[in-house]
Structures are given as structure tokens and as C-alpha cells.
């Protein structure tokens, strides 16, 4: 007869330190703290009354943003507030504002991707905006002190597809032939912190237009994609869609919107 | 042989915890390290770095991909100087100046507390581009693109002045130039009938030629905006103003090369005597006719040249009125008239073979485009925002926008038929959007947010087309 070992006071002492430090490991392990305040060496919470002394535009209407949302793992911060991103303010108060006392995630993005990690992996693929080298910041396209993190969801005023267009005109147009999918904005297309594809194309080929363009294919033919398989067009697309991309050489050019041609072409 | 399996277990166990144990208090304290950079500590301070690259394999994509130049580069990474010019008067300067990358900063701020402020400066860097094409497994073919430099400089220069006076309004003005300049790959691959494909493959037709040519975008932009803005509060109501002038001015080209290298042979294009209906005969169309389908295609270089001028003018005003702790309406709304003005080409350059030699050929081109669009665009929006507790937000907000367009375009073709096209497209479009979202910040509580979101978006549109043929 075999008996179980008994689950002496040894043992059970010995077991939580074991699943203790695997918590801290696993902890440390995925570099990333989970809606936990950022820190700064010798520095403590004072709370976000006193940012709003200095700065005011800052926090004024903090509490329509859509980071003012998040519950902070923290007690001592209390509400979401300027120190969660910030770090704690003691030292930046006590010093009148001074510089380096406090955390400012326009100058690194890793203050962002304590939550936002799986942006850090999208900015390291090979076609991407340049944050991870420090040309852009996340705060250049998103607005985190007001209003909605993503323009142009909601009922915002500001127009779609407007923070892509202050940097890329060429691409706003108006033009005389306009790409319907420029209504669906950018990210139609695109996604902005990157992908494997160039020009950060969220599909490479024509794929990528089959996803609006493509209709039922015929019954009675053999399955291939043909003439009525093509949104908004009567021409066979058989032959031109195994060539390369729809907007390649002698094709549809100006997926963005033409001025020469009705079939975006240029 | 129980009790020393007992003691084993447990000698395991105890090893095993301790490891743990101690691993878990190195990572706890690794944890607790300084997350600042100790240089941030001084009000003033000058960085000087240098960098450089071994590259075992292709300089351009390294470039694309790590976003730096294979041939390294120095120089300043960060200036600041802080000067306190008086007990309320507070100048600032920041620079950086990296060879290599071409990374330039100049930035002086002065403040001046309860006056105002003014902020100017230039800011230039670099961005890479490798200049692949497709890939063609089949061949394996990968063409690299010609001996191009590919690199866009952005550059921005800005000026902006605020004064804040206490109890009055509060103005500001900002001007900024940006500017976009060099050459970028495209991803308007040419087309190629080196593939290795057999040209039919029954029972499908399937061609043999790929796109997967490389090209290239010659980029000159410049975008200049001039913003003026009046902020004031009455009573419990936010108030501001803001008229905007944008301009932009861009000259873009794209230069494409199809069938590189292909070339109809001669001695096919002169035993042709045939003539499209219609037509006046070519040496291509002739040799089209007569040569065997694999030889179908000879090389073309393109030039597709599009300029656009841009002119916006914008008016904003926002309302936001503090009812009470809980409740907060907003007000906005803007008018922005656009008005464009466009132009550009597209010759081709064909190869064609004749008697003496293969002679290049402009054939199939457009030139001397002209036209524009206007545009005039309305949208408002309501907004209430409901704080019910400290942990519970609702926002309801609506939305309306009217875009009327209208945009006209024409061009001259020159080939060997001689027409002439002329285009007029009028759209008009409504838009509107209305939405209610709540967002819950509690702890507990589920987050939500966009509980309903619904955009109605009209498009009323009508096109009138004329083509017309010239002898």
C-alpha cells in the first residue's frame, strides 16, 4: 500500500515561494506592466491638482479622452490621472517644472507600450512609421489629453482621415476622380504603425481591392474569377489579375483618386 | 524505499523553492531599478554620439529597415540650454545635428509667465527606401531597381506666437512650412515577359507577363499652413475661433519601365502589311501583328508627371459649456471651401525597331492636363457629456457634414491617332453621421464605449464625358 506524502507546514512554505517567484518572473519576463503607473527614482504621487496649475490646456478636458477610462492597478494614484503616464510628480513640482524630472512620452513611445505592445511589434515590421527611431511620436496622430484617442470616431467634428492627410497631401486630394474607398479612410488599406507589406498595405496583392471589388463568381464557369467577379466593371479580369497588383504599370495607377481618369488610371 | 522517495520529493522541492525563491527576489529587484536616464538631471546638457554599420548584406534594405544610413554618421543628439532671463522670463533651446541620417533640429522657445510665449524652429530628417519589386518564384527573378539614391528629406520649419493675458482672450498664430523632397520606391511595378511561364497554359489563358518591374517616385511637396486662433471663456462657456489657410504644392513623378530589355525583331515588323482599320500603321502595331505572341511586347519608359495646387480655407468655432459637475455641452462646427488646381503628363517612350536599328518611339502619351475641383464642406457636431459618477462617463454626440464637389479635367493624347479628350465629373455629396457612445472607467464595471454609431452617406453624382477625334 503506498501512502501520499503529507503536505507538512515545510512544504506548503516552500510551494508558495515556488509559485511566488514564478508570478515575479513571469512578471518581469514580458517587460510590460499592466495599467501600472511608470516611475521615476525618488519620486511620489502627488496627484494631478497640481499639473493643473501649469498645465492647464493639458488637463482641462482630460475627462473626455479616451484614456480617462482606464483603471489604474495603483491605489495610490487614485484616479486615472497625469501621474499614471507621467510618472510620479514630487520632484518635477518641486523643482518649479524642471526638466527630466518627469516622464514626457513624446520623447520615447515605451510609455505607450506598457499597454500598447502589440504597436511596439507593429513598428518593428519592415514598413512602418518612424517611431521606434524617434522621427514620429504616437502623439503626432493620436490626441491623448482630449477627446477620442482616434479621430474620427464617435461623432468627432474634425474630418476623416484628416490625421493621415496633414502629412500626406498628395493624398488628400480633393480629386476630380475620387476613390470611394478613400471614404472608408486610410486604414482601409493601410495600417498606419505597420506591416510586412509595402507602403504598409494591409495586403500586398490585389487581394487587397478584392476585399470590396470581389462579387459571386459565375455558376456555370469553371470557379475561376471572371468578368462579373469584378465590382463596378464589365471587363474580363482574368489574365490582369494573375500579372501583379491592380494598380501596377498600365492599370489603375491612382487607387487614392486620379484626375485623369475615371478608372484611376493616371 | 517510501520514506526515500518522500525525502527525495522533498530535498527536490525545497532546492527547487529556494531557486525560485531567490531568482523571483533578483527579478523583484531588477524591477525596482531607476527607469530614468541619469542625464536628464541637468537643466542644461549637450549629447554627442556616433554610430556605424558592418553590413554583410543588401546597404538598402538595411537602410529601409533599420531606418539608418548604411555609412553610419555623428554628431550632436541633443543640445538643450535652459537660460531663466528672469524671474517670470524663461528661454529655451533645443538642437540636434546627425550627419548620416541628416537629422537637424533648431528650436528656441522664450516665456513669459501670464504674458505669452513664442516658439520657433527647423526640424529635417531622413527617410530610406529599398526599391524592391515583386518577387517571380517561378524564374526566379528579382530585379533591382536602377542605381538610384533612395532617400525622401522631410523638413519643417514653424513659427508660433501665444499671448495669454489674464481675464483677456487668449490668441495664438502658427505658421508652418514642411517640405518632402527626393526620391521613394513605388510599388507601380512594370511588367516583364521574362518569366520562364509558357505562354499558354490550357485551359486557362494565362499570359506570361508579371509586374514586377521596380520603380521609382520622384517626390517635391511643400505644404504651407497659417493658423490663427482666439480662445475665451464667459461665464461657464469656453469659447474659440479659428481660421485657417493651407496651401500645398506638389510635382510628383513616377518613372516606370515596362519590358526591359524586349524588343520586337525587325525582320518580323517588315514582312507585316497589316493596317487596323482606323489607324494609321505603326511598326509596332505591325509587328504586333505579325510576331509570334511570345514576342509581343517591346520596352517602354514612362514618365508620369502629376502636379496639384491646393489652396484650403477654413473657419472652426467650438463651444463648450460647463453645466454643472456632471454635465458638459458641446458646440462645434466648420466651413472649408478647397479649391485645386492641377496639371502633368504621361509620355511614353517606345523602343521600336525599324530598317536602321531600334529607334525610341512617343507613342500612346497624354499631355498638358488642366483642371480642378472645388469643394465646399460643412460639418457640426453636438456633444453631451454625462459624468454619473466617478466611474461611469456617457457621451452622447450627433454629427452632420454636407461636401459638395465639383472637378473638371482635360488633357491633350498624341499618338499616332491624334485625339483629344475632355472630361467634366460633377459630384455632389451629403454626409451624415450621427453617434452615441458611453464610456465606463470604473474598475469593475465592463469598459464600453461606441454603444451605436450610425453614418448615412449620400452620394449624389453625375458625370459628363467628352471625347472627341482629331484627324
Given at each position: ?86 510618472g510620479?510628480g ?42 521606434m ?26 474630418a ?17 476622380y ?28 490585389a ?60 | ?67 539608418q ?20 522670463t ?17 528650436r ?12 520657433f ?23 533591382p531597381l536602377?542605381d ?63 509586374k ?42 513616377r518613372y ?42 517591346n ?15 477654413g473657419?472652426?468655432?467650438?463651444a ?9 455641452l ?9 479649391h ?15 530598317a ?38 456617457v ?9 459638395f464637389?465639383?472637378g473638371?479635367?482635360?488633357?491633350n493624347?498624341?499618338?499616332?491617332r491624334?485625339w ?52
Open positions: 500500500m503506498i501512502t501520499r506524502p503529507r503536505r507538512t507546514k515545510t512544504t506548503l512554505i516552500f510551494g508558495a515561494a515556488a509559485i511566488w517567484g514564478l508570478v515575479l518572473i513571469g512578471c518581469v519576463a514580458v517587460s510590460r506592466t499592466m495599467l501600472a503607473p511608470s516611475k521615476i527614482a525618488g519620486a511620489t504621487f502627488i496627484g494631478s491638482k497640481e499639473c493643473v496649475q501649469c498645465h492647464e490646456d493639458q488637463t482641462a478636458h482630460f475627462e473626455s479622452a479616451s484614456h480617462a477610462r482606464l483603471a489604474l492597478a495603483d491605489p495610490k494614484v487614485g484616479d486615472p490621472g497625469c501621474e499614471a503616464w507621467h510620479p514630487s520632484i518635477h513640482a518641486a523643482g518649479g517644472g524642471s526638466r527630466g524630472t518627469i516622464i514626457n512620452p513624446r520623447k520615447s513611445p515605451e510609455t505607450c507600450f506598457q499597454c500598447h505592445l502589440d504597436k511596439r511589434a507593429q513598428f518593428s515590421l519592415p514598413n512602418s512609421h518612424g517611431v527611431n524617434g522621427n514620429m511620436g504616437c502623439a503626432d496622430c493620436h490626441e491623448v489629453h482630449k477627446g477620442n484617442a482616434i479621430v474620427d470616431t464617435g461623432a468627432d467634428l474634425e476623416m482621415n484628416a490625421t493621415c492627410t496633414r502629412c500626406h497631401t498628395q493624398q488628400k486630394g480633393p480629386f476630380v475620387k476613390h470611394g474607398a478613400m471614404r472608408e479612410g486610410c486604414v482601409a488599406c493601410h495600417n498606419p504603425h505597420g506591416t510586412i507589406n509595402a507602403k504598409m498595405l494591409v495586403a500586398r496583392d487581394n487587397l481591392c478584392l476585399r470590396c471589388h470581389l462579387e459571386a463568381g459565375d455558376p456555370g464557369s469553371s470557379g475561376q474569377i471572371n468578368a462579373n467577379a469584378i465590382h463596378h466593371t464589365s471587363e474580363n479580369h482574368n489574365s490582369r489579375l494573375m500579372q501583379g497588383a491592380c494598380w501596377s504599370a498600365g492599370c489603375h495607377e491612382q487607387p487614392h483618386g486620379s484626375n485623369a481618369s475615371f478608372h484611376f488610371r493616371n | 524505499m517510501k520514506a526515500n522517495l518522500h525525502n527525495l520529493t522533498r530535498t527536490t522541492r525545497f532546492s527547487a523553492g529556494t531557486l525560485l525563491l531567490c531568482t523571483g527576489l533578483l527579478a523583484h529587484g531588477a524591477e525596482k531599478a531607476p527607469a530614468t536616464d541619469a542625464l536628464p538631471l541637468f537643466e542644461s546638457y549637450i549629447k554627442v554620439t556616433g554610430q556605424a554599420a558592418a553590413i554583410s548584406g543588401d546597404k538598402a534594405v538595411f537602410e529601409s529597415r533599420a531606418k544610413p548604411g555609412n553610419g554618421g555623428a554628431g550632436i543628439e541633443d543640445l538643450h540650454i535652459v537660460k531663466e532671463l528672469s524671474k517670470t524663461t528661454g529655451t533651446m533645443d538642437a540636434r545635428a546627425l550627419t548620416g541620417p541628416d537629422d537637424y533640429l533648431g528656441y522657445n522664450l516665456t513669459k509667465v501670464g504674458v505669452g510665449s513664442v516658439d524652429g527647423f526640424k529635417r530628417f531622413r527617410t530610406f527606401y529599398d526599391g524592391v519589386g515583386g518577387f517571380f518564384p517561378t524564374n526566379n527573378q528579382w530585379l536602377n538610384q539614391s533612395l532617400h525622401i528629406d522631410r523638413s519643417k520649419a514653424w513659427l508660433e506666437a501665444k499671448v495669454a493675458l489674464k481675464d483677456m482672450p487668449e490668441f495664438e498664430v502658427r505658421y508652418t512650412n514642411e517640405l518632402r523632397s527626393g526620391q521613394k520606391d513605388s510599388t507601380i511595378w512594370g511588367d516583364s515577359s521574362q518569366t520562364g511561364l509558357a505562354f499558354n497554359l490550357a485551359p486557362n489563358p494565362v499570359s506570361p507577363v508579371r514586377f518591374i521596380p520603380s521609382y517616385l520622384q517626390v517635391n511637396e511643400r505644404h504651407e499652413a497659417l493658423e490663427a486662433s482666439v480662445k475665451h471663456t464667459v461665464g461657464k462657456t469656453a469659447l474659440k475661433l479659428t481660421l485657417l489657410g493651407d496651401r500645398t504644392n506638389n510635382n510628383d513623378t516606370v519601365i515596362r519590358f526591359p530589355g524586349e524588343v520586337i525583331p525587325w525582320s518580323i515588323a517588315s514582312l507585316s502589311t497589316t493596317t487596323p482599320a482606323g489607324q494609321i500603321a505603326s511598326p509596332q502595331n505591325i509587328a504586333k501583328a505579325s510576331a509570334p505572341a511570345t514576342s509581343w511586347n520596352q517602354v519608359t514612362i514618365a508620369e508627371n502629376d502636379a496639384m495646387r491646393t489652396a484650403t480655407n473657419l472652426f468655432a467650438t463648450d459649456t460647463i453645466i454643472n459637475d456632471k454635465l458638459t458641446r458646440f462645434g462646427a466648420n466651413y472649408e471651401p478647397v485645386t488646381d492641377i496639371g502633368g503628363g504621361r509620355p511614353l517612350v517606345t523602343s521600336a525597331p525599324t536602321t536599328g531600334v529607334l525610341p518611339v512617343a507613342t500612346d502619351n497624354y499631355a498638358g492636363l488642366y483642371g480642378g475641383t472645388r469643394v465646399k464642406d460643412y460639418a457640426g457636431n453636438v456633444a453631451l457629456d454625462f459624468k454619473a459618477s466617478k466611474t461611469f462617463f457621451k452622447l454626440a450627433l454629427r452632420a457634414q454636407s461636401e464637389i465639383r473638371s479635367s482635360g488633357y493624347v498624341s499618338d499616332t491624334n483629344f479628350h475632355d472630361g467634366v465629373y460633377l459630384s455632389a455629396r451629403r454626409d451624415e453621421g450621427h453617434g452615441i457612445s458611453a464610456r465606463v472607467p470604473g474598475r469593475r464595471l465592463p469598459q464600453l464605449e461606441e454603444l451605436y454609431h450610425w453614418r448615412i452617406d449620400r452620394l449624389d453624382a453625375q458625370q459628363d464625358g467628352l471625347c472627341a477625334t482629331e484627324g
